[in-house]
């Protein structure tokens, strides 16, 4: 019988239930949406499938191509700045919270945001926020508080929010 396959052929035994095969449960899973390794492994294994059926099935899947660390974080930080504007701390803490590997998070975010493309980003939220303020000035310091809280809310270092908001001044 073909690992991979939900059901035995007949004559070949007893019949597999396909949430019992490791292998349908993982391409069901990425059906749903892509994930990081760690992550499969760890729905995986929750579904207690055994760690040598689950280590066979994600180095299939990553010889298939499948699964990649790398390309998934992208996605993911692409899919996220496509959305609203967000600052590195927010897509490391999204990227953490799908486990991908610190490594992977650390070349992502050099590669997708940098310091000038961070600068663009906390513009465009600086902005979308100052419109809904009530008066459209920020001459008041209640008002580039909320502003400050809000920019550091959406992830962006505290350097990059005073320059911003210095920039507006």
Same mark, same amino acid.
């Given at each position: 019988? %073909?690992?991979?396959?939900?059901?035995?052929?007949?004559?070949?035994?007893?019949?597999?239930?396909? $949430?019992?095969?490791?292998?349908?449960?993982?391409?069901?899973?990425?059906?749903?949406?892509?994930?990081?390794?760690?992550?499969?492994?760890?729905?995986?294994?929750?579904?207690? /499938?055994?760690?040598?059926?689950?280590?066979?099935?994600? $180095?299939?899947?990553?010889?298939?191509?499948?699964?990649?660390?790398?390309? /998934?974080?992208?996605?993911?930080?692409?899919?996220?700045?496509?959305?609203?504007?967000?600052?590195?701390?927010?897509?490391?803490?999204?990227?953490?919270?799908?486990?991908?590997?610190? *490594?992977?998070?650390?070349?992502?975010?050099?590669?997708?945001?940098?310091?000038?493309?961070?600068?663009?980003?906390?513009?465009?939220? /600086?902005?979308? !926020?100052? *419109?809904?303020?009530? $008066? !459209?000035?920020?001459? %008041?310091?209640?008002?580039?508080?909320?502003?400050?809280?809000?920019?550091?809310?959406?992830?962006?270092?505290?350097?990059?929010?005073?320059?911003?908001?210095?920039? /507006?001044?």
């Amino acid at each position: 019988m %073909n690992k991979y396959n939900a059901e035995n052929t007949k004559g070949q035994g007893k019949k597999i239930r396909k $949430n019992e095969n490791c292998w349908y449960v993982a391409t069901r899973l990425l059906g749903i949406r892509p994930r990081s390794v760690e992550e499969l492994k760890k729905k995986l294994l929750d579904k207690k /499938f055994s760690e040598p059926e689950v280590n066979d099935t994600i $180095n299939t899947l990553l010889d298939l191509k499948y699964l990649n660390d790398k390309e /998934f974080a992208q996605m993911v930080c692409e899919s996220t700045l496509a959305g609203k504007p967000k600052g590195r701390a927010a897509l490391r803490f999204k990227l953490k919270k799908y486990l991908v590997p610190e *490594k992977v998070i650390k070349e992502t975010l050099e590669k997708i945001l940098t310091q000038e493309k961070e600068e663009e980003y906390c513009r465009k939220a /600086f902005d979308s !926020k100052k *419109k809904t303020l009530k $008066n !459209k000035s920020i001459d %008041n310091f209640k008002e580039r508080q909320k502003i400050f809280g809000y920019l550091i809310r959406q992830g962006f270092s505290t350097d990059v929010v005073y320059k911003v908001i210095g920039d /507006f001044q």
